[in-house]
Protein backbone atom coordinates (compact mmCIF):
# COMPACT_ATOMS: atom_id res chain seq x y z
CA UNK A 1 0.00 0.00 0.00
CA UNK A 2 2.98 2.32 0.79
CA UNK A 3 4.91 1.58 -1.98
CA UNK A 4 2.05 2.34 -4.51
CA UNK A 5 1.16 5.49 -2.57
CA UNK A 6 5.04 6.53 -3.09
CA UNK A 7 4.68 5.57 -6.52
CA UNK A 8 1.25 7.40 -7.32
CA UNK A 9 3.15 10.93 -5.50
CA UNK A 10 6.16 9.93 -7.46
CA UNK A 11 4.40 10.07 -11.08
CA UNK A 12 2.65 12.58 -10.09
CA UNK A 13 5.49 14.42 -9.60
CA UNK A 14 7.11 13.48 -12.73
CA UNK A 15 4.52 14.43 -14.82
CA UNK A 16 4.29 17.59 -13.41
CA UNK A 17 8.39 18.02 -14.02
CA UNK A 18 7.87 17.44 -17.55
CA UNK A 19 4.21 18.74 -18.37
CA UNK A 20 4.77 22.22 -20.28
CA UNK A 21 2.86 25.83 -19.47
CA UNK A 22 3.73 28.24 -22.54
CA UNK A 23 2.94 31.53 -22.14
CA UNK A 24 0.82 32.07 -25.68
CA UNK A 25 1.61 35.52 -25.83
CA UNK A 26 -1.81 36.73 -26.00
CA UNK A 27 -3.10 34.89 -29.98
CA UNK A 28 -6.18 33.86 -30.46
CA UNK A 29 -7.25 30.98 -28.40
CA UNK A 30 -8.13 28.09 -30.53
CA UNK A 31 -7.51 25.09 -28.06
CA UNK A 32 -4.17 24.47 -28.34
CA UNK A 33 -3.35 21.52 -25.59
CA UNK A 34 0.48 21.41 -24.79
CA UNK A 35 0.62 19.04 -21.70
CA UNK A 36 1.59 16.66 -23.32
CA UNK A 37 4.80 18.37 -25.16
CA UNK A 38 8.15 18.14 -23.12
CA UNK A 39 10.25 21.55 -22.94
CA UNK A 40 13.08 21.54 -25.86
CA UNK A 41 11.54 18.53 -27.44
CA UNK A 42 9.83 19.02 -31.37
CA UNK A 43 6.22 18.62 -30.66
CA UNK A 44 4.17 16.59 -33.19
CA UNK A 45 3.32 18.09 -36.54
CA UNK A 46 0.02 16.15 -36.27
CA UNK A 47 -0.96 18.54 -32.78
CA UNK A 48 -0.43 21.66 -35.44
CA UNK A 49 -3.47 23.22 -37.02
CA UNK A 50 -2.21 26.76 -37.91
CA UNK A 51 0.58 29.00 -38.17
CA UNK A 52 -0.40 30.59 -33.92
CA UNK A 53 0.67 27.04 -33.12
CA UNK A 54 3.64 26.91 -35.05
CA UNK A 55 5.34 29.74 -33.65
CA UNK A 56 4.39 27.97 -29.91
CA UNK A 57 5.95 24.92 -31.12
CA UNK A 58 8.82 27.04 -31.95
CA UNK A 59 8.80 28.37 -28.58
CA UNK A 60 8.74 25.13 -26.79
CA UNK A 61 12.21 23.98 -29.07
CA UNK A 62 14.19 26.54 -29.93
CA UNK A 63 16.41 28.10 -27.05
CA UNK A 64 15.28 31.60 -25.59
CA UNK A 65 17.87 33.43 -27.76
CA UNK A 66 16.74 32.00 -31.00
CA UNK A 67 12.99 32.21 -30.31
CA UNK A 68 13.58 36.05 -29.35
CA UNK A 69 15.75 36.37 -32.82
CA UNK A 70 12.32 35.07 -34.78
CA UNK A 71 10.29 37.04 -32.74
CA UNK A 72 11.33 40.47 -31.22
CA UNK A 73 10.05 43.58 -32.69
CA UNK A 74 11.48 47.14 -31.99
CA UNK A 75 10.69 49.33 -29.14
CA UNK A 76 7.39 48.94 -27.28
CA UNK A 77 6.18 46.52 -30.55
CA UNK A 78 3.60 48.77 -30.85
CA UNK A 79 3.51 47.83 -34.97
CA UNK A 80 4.26 44.27 -33.88
CA UNK A 81 1.02 44.01 -32.52
CA UNK A 82 -0.78 46.30 -34.54
CA UNK A 83 0.26 43.96 -37.22
CA UNK A 84 -1.94 41.09 -35.76
CA UNK A 85 -4.86 43.52 -34.71
CA UNK A 86 -5.18 44.99 -37.51
CA UNK A 87 -7.32 42.07 -39.38
CA UNK A 88 -9.64 41.89 -36.94
CA UNK A 89 -10.80 45.39 -37.59
CA UNK A 90 -11.58 44.58 -41.02
CA UNK A 91 -14.83 43.39 -41.80
CA UNK A 92 -15.58 40.93 -44.58
CA UNK A 93 -18.17 40.90 -46.91
CA UNK A 94 -19.32 37.30 -47.86
CA UNK A 95 -21.87 37.05 -50.61
CA UNK A 96 -24.23 34.22 -51.41
CA UNK A 97 -25.37 32.84 -55.02
CA UNK A 98 -22.01 32.67 -56.55
CA UNK A 99 -20.65 29.56 -58.21
CA UNK A 100 -17.32 28.52 -56.35
CA UNK A 101 -17.09 25.45 -57.19
CA UNK A 102 -13.85 25.81 -59.73
CA UNK A 103 -11.52 27.94 -57.99
CA UNK A 104 -8.66 29.83 -59.27
CA UNK A 105 -6.15 30.57 -56.69
CA UNK A 106 -3.04 31.23 -59.39
CA UNK A 107 -1.66 34.38 -59.98
CA UNK A 108 1.04 36.19 -61.54
CA UNK A 109 4.06 38.07 -60.01
CA UNK A 110 6.02 40.12 -62.58
CA UNK A 111 4.45 37.59 -65.05
CA UNK A 112 5.76 34.35 -63.75
CA UNK A 113 2.94 32.19 -63.06
CA UNK A 114 3.02 31.09 -59.41
CA UNK A 115 -0.28 28.97 -57.77
CA UNK A 116 -0.95 30.81 -54.92
CA UNK A 117 -1.02 35.12 -53.78
CA UNK A 118 1.76 34.66 -51.02
CA UNK A 119 4.85 34.12 -51.13
CA UNK A 120 7.61 33.26 -48.29
CA UNK A 121 9.58 36.80 -47.45
CA UNK A 122 13.03 37.10 -46.87
CA UNK A 123 13.83 36.12 -43.44
CA UNK A 124 17.88 36.05 -42.34
CA UNK A 125 19.21 33.39 -40.61
CA UNK A 126 17.02 30.00 -41.20
CA UNK A 127 19.86 27.86 -39.76
CA UNK A 128 18.34 28.36 -36.26
CA UNK A 129 15.25 26.43 -36.91
CA UNK A 130 16.79 23.62 -38.50
CA UNK A 131 20.05 22.32 -40.37
CA UNK A 132 18.39 22.51 -43.15
CA UNK A 133 18.04 26.32 -43.25
CA UNK A 134 16.85 27.57 -46.33
CA UNK A 135 17.04 24.67 -48.50
CA UNK A 136 13.76 23.37 -46.74
CA UNK A 137 12.08 26.97 -47.43
CA UNK A 138 13.05 26.69 -50.69
CA UNK A 139 12.03 22.63 -51.94
CA UNK A 140 8.63 23.29 -49.56
CA UNK A 141 7.50 26.70 -51.83
CA UNK A 142 8.99 24.43 -54.69
CA UNK A 143 6.97 22.16 -54.36
CA UNK A 144 3.54 24.12 -53.73
CA UNK A 145 4.84 26.36 -56.73
CA UNK A 146 4.51 29.39 -54.65
CA UNK A 147 7.36 32.33 -55.14
CA UNK A 148 10.12 31.85 -52.32
CA UNK A 149 12.43 34.92 -51.63
CA UNK A 150 15.71 34.18 -49.74
CA UNK A 151 16.99 36.84 -47.27
CA UNK A 152 20.80 38.48 -48.08
CA UNK A 153 21.31 37.30 -44.31
CA UNK A 154 20.92 33.65 -44.58
CA UNK A 155 22.60 30.90 -43.20
CA UNK A 156 23.06 28.84 -46.81
CA UNK A 157 24.91 30.94 -49.71
CA UNK A 158 22.83 32.70 -52.41
CA UNK A 159 24.17 29.55 -54.51
CA UNK A 160 23.04 26.43 -51.90
CA UNK A 161 19.57 27.78 -51.79
CA UNK A 162 19.08 28.17 -55.50
CA UNK A 163 20.28 24.48 -56.36
CA UNK A 164 17.82 23.12 -53.24
CA UNK A 165 15.41 24.37 -55.53
CA UNK A 166 12.61 21.99 -57.56
CA UNK A 167 13.78 22.18 -61.48
CA UNK A 168 11.84 24.95 -63.06
CA UNK A 169 11.15 26.99 -59.75
CA UNK A 170 10.87 30.67 -59.56
CA UNK A 171 12.68 32.74 -56.84
CA UNK A 172 13.37 36.45 -56.44
CA UNK A 173 15.94 37.13 -53.90
CA UNK A 174 16.38 39.86 -50.82
CA UNK A 175 19.23 42.68 -51.30
CA UNK A 176 20.70 45.20 -48.61
CA UNK A 177 22.38 48.86 -49.91
CA UNK A 178 25.48 48.02 -48.46
CA UNK A 179 28.12 50.13 -47.48
CA UNK A 180 30.42 48.28 -49.63
CA UNK A 181 29.58 48.65 -53.13
CA UNK A 182 31.78 45.80 -54.55
CA UNK A 183 29.83 43.79 -52.03
CA UNK A 184 26.58 44.79 -54.02
CA UNK A 185 28.21 44.35 -56.95
CA UNK A 186 29.04 40.79 -56.13
CA UNK A 187 26.17 40.22 -54.75
CA UNK A 188 24.03 41.10 -57.88
CA UNK A 189 25.96 39.52 -59.92
CA UNK A 190 25.82 35.80 -58.16
CA UNK A 191 22.15 36.64 -57.39
CA UNK A 192 21.62 36.56 -61.57
CA UNK A 193 24.34 33.97 -61.95
CA UNK A 194 22.23 31.49 -59.97
CA UNK A 195 18.76 32.04 -61.85
CA UNK A 196 16.88 34.29 -59.45
CA UNK A 197 14.38 36.44 -61.41
CA UNK A 198 14.16 39.50 -59.35
CA UNK A 199 15.77 41.77 -56.76
CA UNK A 200 13.81 42.59 -53.55
CA UNK A 201 15.40 45.67 -52.14
CA UNK A 202 14.74 46.36 -48.60
CA UNK A 203 14.69 50.00 -48.17
CA UNK A 204 13.57 50.68 -44.67
CA UNK A 205 16.72 50.43 -42.39
CA UNK A 206 19.86 51.56 -44.40
CA UNK A 207 22.25 52.10 -42.05
CA UNK A 208 20.11 52.29 -39.10
CA UNK A 209 18.09 49.07 -38.14
CA UNK A 210 15.54 49.12 -35.11
CA UNK A 211 16.32 48.07 -31.26
CA UNK A 212 15.14 44.83 -30.73
CA UNK A 213 14.80 44.61 -26.87
CA UNK A 214 13.59 41.60 -26.69
CA UNK A 215 16.39 40.16 -28.64
CA UNK A 216 19.23 42.68 -27.74
CA UNK A 217 18.64 40.96 -24.20
CA UNK A 218 20.54 37.73 -25.34
CA UNK A 219 22.94 39.29 -27.94
CA UNK A 220 24.20 43.09 -28.32
CA UNK A 221 23.44 43.79 -31.77
CA UNK A 222 26.30 44.10 -34.46
CA UNK A 223 26.70 46.73 -36.53
CA UNK A 224 25.16 45.28 -39.65
CA UNK A 225 26.81 47.23 -42.34
CA UNK A 226 24.28 49.13 -44.34
CA UNK A 227 24.73 52.59 -45.91
CA UNK A 228 23.04 55.36 -44.07
CA UNK A 229 23.48 57.54 -46.94
CA UNK A 230 21.13 56.45 -49.27
CA UNK A 231 19.28 58.47 -50.96
CA UNK A 232 17.18 58.78 -54.62
CA UNK A 233 20.60 59.10 -56.49
CA UNK A 234 22.15 56.44 -54.91
CA UNK A 235 18.55 54.50 -55.35
CA UNK A 236 19.57 55.76 -59.22
CA UNK A 237 23.12 53.83 -59.11
CA UNK A 238 22.36 50.81 -57.54
CA UNK A 239 19.24 50.19 -60.31
CA UNK A 240 22.16 50.40 -62.88
CA UNK A 241 23.99 47.72 -60.86
CA UNK A 242 21.41 44.82 -62.55
CA UNK A 243 19.53 43.96 -64.84
CA UNK A 244 16.97 42.16 -63.18
CA UNK A 245 13.96 44.21 -62.34
CA UNK A 246 14.06 45.23 -58.44
CA UNK A 247 11.14 45.87 -56.66
CA UNK A 248 11.92 48.64 -53.44
CA UNK A 249 10.84 46.27 -50.04
CA UNK A 250 10.05 48.54 -46.87
CA UNK A 251 7.82 50.98 -48.07
CA UNK A 252 5.41 52.70 -45.11
CA UNK A 253 4.26 55.49 -46.95
CA UNK A 254 1.92 56.48 -49.83
CA UNK A 255 4.57 59.23 -51.12
CA UNK A 256 7.14 57.04 -50.95
CA UNK A 257 4.32 54.10 -53.38
CA UNK A 258 3.89 57.21 -55.51
CA UNK A 259 7.49 58.26 -55.45
CA UNK A 260 8.09 54.31 -56.69
CA UNK A 261 5.69 54.37 -59.22
CA UNK A 262 7.29 57.67 -60.93
CA UNK A 263 10.71 56.29 -60.68
CA UNK A 264 9.63 53.54 -62.93
CA UNK A 265 9.44 50.57 -61.05
CA UNK A 266 7.33 47.40 -61.90
CA UNK A 267 6.58 46.96 -58.17
CA UNK A 268 6.51 47.87 -54.61
CA UNK A 269 6.50 45.88 -51.50
CA UNK A 270 4.30 47.49 -48.81
CA UNK A 271 6.03 46.22 -45.30
CA UNK A 272 7.03 47.90 -42.09
CA UNK A 273 9.16 44.63 -41.36
CA UNK A 274 7.53 42.89 -39.24
CA UNK A 275 7.21 45.51 -36.92
CA UNK A 276 11.13 45.21 -36.54
CA UNK A 277 12.50 48.33 -37.38
CA UNK A 278 10.71 51.91 -37.14
CA UNK A 279 8.37 51.32 -34.00
CA UNK A 280 4.64 52.90 -34.44
CA UNK A 281 4.46 52.96 -38.38
CA UNK A 282 1.21 51.27 -39.53
CA UNK A 283 0.06 48.83 -40.69
CA UNK A 284 -0.25 47.17 -44.28
CA UNK A 285 -4.13 47.52 -43.82
CA UNK A 286 -3.31 51.24 -43.20
CA UNK A 287 -0.36 51.52 -45.49
CA UNK A 288 -2.44 50.28 -48.57
CA UNK A 289 -6.22 52.20 -47.64
CA UNK A 290 -3.81 55.60 -47.64
CA UNK A 291 -2.31 54.88 -51.19
CA UNK A 292 -6.22 54.34 -52.23
CA UNK A 293 -6.84 57.31 -50.88
CA UNK A 294 -4.22 59.45 -52.38
CA UNK A 295 -2.55 57.94 -54.67
CA UNK A 296 -4.63 55.22 -56.16
CA UNK A 297 -2.90 55.52 -59.62
CA UNK A 298 0.04 53.45 -57.51
CA UNK A 299 -2.18 50.40 -58.07
CA UNK A 300 -3.30 51.11 -62.21
CA UNK A 301 0.79 51.60 -62.60
CA UNK A 302 2.59 48.72 -60.93
CA UNK A 303 2.17 45.77 -58.86
CA UNK A 304 1.67 45.88 -54.98
CA UNK A 305 3.11 43.40 -52.60
CA UNK A 306 2.21 43.99 -48.97
CA UNK A 307 2.69 41.59 -45.41
CA UNK A 308 2.91 42.08 -42.01
CA UNK A 309 1.17 40.30 -39.10
CA UNK A 310 -0.73 37.51 -41.40
CA UNK A 311 -1.29 34.58 -40.14
CA UNK A 312 -4.54 33.64 -41.62
CA UNK A 313 -5.68 33.08 -45.02
CA UNK A 314 -8.16 35.72 -44.11
CA UNK A 315 -5.59 37.82 -43.05
CA UNK A 316 -3.99 37.66 -46.87
CA UNK A 317 -7.84 38.00 -48.67
CA UNK A 318 -7.86 41.16 -46.72
CA UNK A 319 -4.84 42.72 -48.20
CA UNK A 320 -5.31 40.91 -51.51
CA UNK A 321 -8.69 42.96 -51.38
CA UNK A 322 -7.10 46.16 -50.33
CA UNK A 323 -5.34 45.81 -53.55
CA UNK A 324 -1.99 43.72 -52.77
CA UNK A 325 -1.59 41.16 -55.82
CA UNK A 326 0.93 39.38 -53.25
CA UNK A 327 0.87 38.63 -49.48
CA UNK A 328 4.28 38.19 -47.64
CA UNK A 329 4.67 35.49 -44.25
CA UNK A 330 7.96 36.78 -42.45
CA UNK A 331 8.20 34.86 -39.15
CA UNK A 332 5.72 32.03 -39.82
CA UNK A 333 7.47 30.26 -41.74
CA UNK A 334 10.77 30.39 -39.97
CA UNK A 335 8.41 28.62 -36.89
CA UNK A 336 7.36 25.80 -39.39
CA UNK A 337 11.10 24.84 -40.37
CA UNK A 338 11.76 23.63 -36.63
CA UNK A 339 10.70 20.42 -38.46
CA UNK A 340 12.28 21.10 -41.91
CA UNK A 341 10.67 20.53 -44.75
CA UNK A 342 7.44 18.85 -43.48
CA UNK A 343 6.96 21.48 -41.36
CA UNK A 344 7.14 24.32 -44.09
CA UNK A 345 4.84 22.29 -46.19
CA UNK A 346 2.07 21.69 -43.67
CA UNK A 347 2.39 25.46 -42.99
CA UNK A 348 1.44 26.08 -46.50
CA UNK A 349 -0.89 23.71 -46.60
CA UNK A 350 -2.32 24.54 -43.69
CA UNK A 351 -2.82 28.61 -44.86
CA UNK A 352 -3.80 27.33 -48.45
CA UNK A 353 -6.55 25.62 -47.14
CA UNK A 354 -7.97 28.56 -44.85
CA UNK A 355 -7.68 30.61 -48.24
CA UNK A 356 -9.53 28.37 -50.04
CA UNK A 357 -11.91 28.17 -47.61
CA UNK A 358 -12.46 31.26 -46.99
CA UNK A 359 -12.15 32.55 -50.87
CA UNK A 360 -15.44 29.77 -51.36
CA UNK A 361 -16.98 31.10 -47.91
CA UNK A 362 -16.96 35.07 -49.35
CA UNK A 363 -18.40 33.88 -53.29
CA UNK A 364 -14.93 34.45 -54.68
CA UNK A 365 -14.31 31.82 -57.58
CA UNK A 366 -10.90 33.52 -58.34
CA UNK A 367 -8.55 35.53 -56.37
CA UNK A 368 -8.13 38.02 -59.18
CA UNK A 369 -11.68 39.09 -58.66
CA UNK A 370 -10.87 40.64 -55.05
CA UNK A 371 -11.08 43.72 -55.03
CA UNK A 372 -13.00 46.61 -51.95
CA UNK A 373 -15.89 45.22 -52.00
CA UNK A 374 -14.93 42.39 -50.44
CA UNK A 375 -14.23 44.58 -47.01
CA UNK A 376 -15.67 46.54 -44.94
CA UNK A 377 -12.81 49.31 -43.59
CA UNK A 378 -15.09 51.46 -41.65
CA UNK A 379 -13.57 50.39 -38.55
CA UNK A 380 -10.12 52.11 -39.50
CA UNK A 381 -9.60 55.74 -39.90
CA UNK A 382 -6.84 56.75 -42.03
C1 LIG B 1 13.61 36.65 -38.22
C2 LIG B 1 13.31 37.65 -39.30
C3 LIG B 1 14.32 38.04 -40.14
C4 LIG B 1 14.07 38.94 -41.18
N1 LIG B 1 15.06 39.25 -42.04
C5 LIG B 1 14.80 40.07 -43.08
C6 LIG B 1 15.81 40.32 -44.05
O1 LIG B 1 16.91 39.80 -43.97
N2 LIG B 1 15.49 41.16 -45.07
C7 LIG B 1 14.25 41.74 -45.19
O2 LIG B 1 14.01 42.48 -46.14
N3 LIG B 1 13.28 41.49 -44.30
C8 LIG B 1 13.52 40.67 -43.26
N4 LIG B 1 12.51 40.40 -42.36
C9 LIG B 1 11.15 40.97 -42.57
C10 LIG B 1 10.28 40.02 -43.38
O3 LIG B 1 10.68 39.98 -44.73
C11 LIG B 1 8.81 40.45 -43.38
O4 LIG B 1 8.72 41.78 -43.86
C12 LIG B 1 8.11 40.37 -42.01
O5 LIG B 1 8.63 39.31 -41.24
C13 LIG B 1 6.60 40.17 -42.22
O6 LIG B 1 5.92 40.13 -41.02
P1 LIG B 1 5.46 38.75 -40.30
O7 LIG B 1 6.69 38.18 -39.68
O8 LIG B 1 4.47 39.22 -39.30
O9 LIG B 1 4.87 37.85 -41.35
C14 LIG B 1 12.77 39.50 -41.32
C15 LIG B 1 11.77 39.11 -40.44
C16 LIG B 1 12.01 38.20 -39.44
C17 LIG B 1 10.90 37.80 -38.53
C1 LIG C 1 1.73 31.06 -67.48
O1 LIG C 1 0.44 30.56 -67.66
C2 LIG C 1 -0.18 31.02 -68.85
C3 LIG C 1 -1.64 30.58 -68.84
O2 LIG C 1 -1.78 29.33 -68.25
C4 LIG C 1 0.61 30.49 -70.04
O3 LIG C 1 0.04 30.97 -71.24
C5 LIG C 1 2.06 31.00 -69.94
O4 LIG C 1 2.84 30.46 -70.97
C6 LIG C 1 2.67 30.64 -68.60
N1 LIG C 1 3.96 31.31 -68.46
C7 LIG C 1 5.03 30.71 -67.99
C8 LIG C 1 6.26 31.56 -67.91
O5 LIG C 1 5.04 29.55 -67.63
C1 LIG D 1 33.84 44.68 -49.78
O1 LIG D 1 33.24 43.61 -50.50
C2 LIG D 1 34.18 42.84 -51.24
C3 LIG D 1 33.39 41.88 -52.11
O2 LIG D 1 32.51 41.08 -51.35
C4 LIG D 1 35.13 42.16 -50.27
O3 LIG D 1 36.05 41.37 -50.97
C5 LIG D 1 35.83 43.19 -49.43
O4 LIG D 1 36.61 42.56 -48.45
C6 LIG D 1 34.83 44.13 -48.77
N1 LIG D 1 35.54 45.25 -48.15
C7 LIG D 1 35.40 45.57 -46.88
C8 LIG D 1 36.14 46.79 -46.42
O5 LIG D 1 34.69 44.91 -46.11
C1 LIG E 1 23.58 54.63 -65.25
O1 LIG E 1 24.17 54.13 -66.42
C2 LIG E 1 24.03 54.99 -67.53
C3 LIG E 1 24.54 54.27 -68.78
O2 LIG E 1 25.75 53.62 -68.48
C4 LIG E 1 24.74 56.31 -67.25
O3 LIG E 1 24.57 57.19 -68.34
C5 LIG E 1 24.16 56.92 -66.00
O4 LIG E 1 24.87 58.09 -65.63
C6 LIG E 1 24.20 55.95 -64.84
N1 LIG E 1 23.48 56.52 -63.70
C7 LIG E 1 23.95 56.52 -62.46
C8 LIG E 1 23.14 57.23 -61.44
O5 LIG E 1 24.97 55.96 -62.16
C1 LIG F 1 15.29 19.32 -40.36
O1 LIG F 1 14.95 19.35 -41.73
C2 LIG F 1 15.28 18.17 -42.44
C3 LIG F 1 15.00 18.44 -43.93
O2 LIG F 1 13.65 18.75 -44.19
C4 LIG F 1 14.48 17.02 -41.87
O3 LIG F 1 14.86 15.81 -42.52
C5 LIG F 1 14.77 16.89 -40.37
O4 LIG F 1 13.95 15.89 -39.82
C6 LIG F 1 14.51 18.21 -39.67
N1 LIG F 1 14.91 18.13 -38.27
C7 LIG F 1 14.03 17.94 -37.32
C8 LIG F 1 14.58 17.91 -35.93
O5 LIG F 1 12.84 17.79 -37.54
C1 LIG G 1 -15.42 44.20 -57.55
O1 LIG G 1 -15.56 42.95 -58.20
C2 LIG G 1 -16.92 42.59 -58.40
C3 LIG G 1 -16.97 41.12 -58.80
O2 LIG G 1 -15.92 40.78 -59.67
C4 LIG G 1 -17.51 43.57 -59.40
O3 LIG G 1 -18.83 43.22 -59.70
C5 LIG G 1 -17.46 44.96 -58.80
O4 LIG G 1 -17.90 45.91 -59.72
C6 LIG G 1 -16.06 45.32 -58.34
N1 LIG G 1 -16.16 46.49 -57.45
C7 LIG G 1 -15.25 47.42 -57.39
C8 LIG G 1 -15.46 48.48 -56.36
O5 LIG G 1 -14.28 47.46 -58.14
Same mark, same amino acid.
Given at each position: MLSFILLALLSSHLHRATAVTIDMEGLPDTGLDTSSWTA????????????????????????GKFYASYRTGALNEFTYQANLGIYSKVKINGFGFRDVSNLRTSTTILGHNLSWPFF??? %??? #? !?? &??????? @?? %??? #? !?? &??????? @??SSTLSIEEIAKAGVKGQVMFHQEYIWANTSRVIDELDR?????????????????????????LRFTVGSEPGHAANFDLKSLAAFRNLTTLPIVPKGIKTWQDALECLHLGFPA?????????????????????MDIRKHAPEVFAGMEVYADGGVRRGTDALILLALGAR??????SPMFANIWGEAGVSRMIDLFSQEMKTSMQLMGVSDVRQLNTSYVNT???VV
Open positions: GVLPPLEDIWDLNDMQIAAKNVLSIAP %AAE #A !GH &ANESAEA @SL %ASA #A !GN &AGILYVP @SIIKASGYKAIFLTVDNTGITGIRTRSVYISNHGGRVLDGVPTAVEILAVGLGRNGI
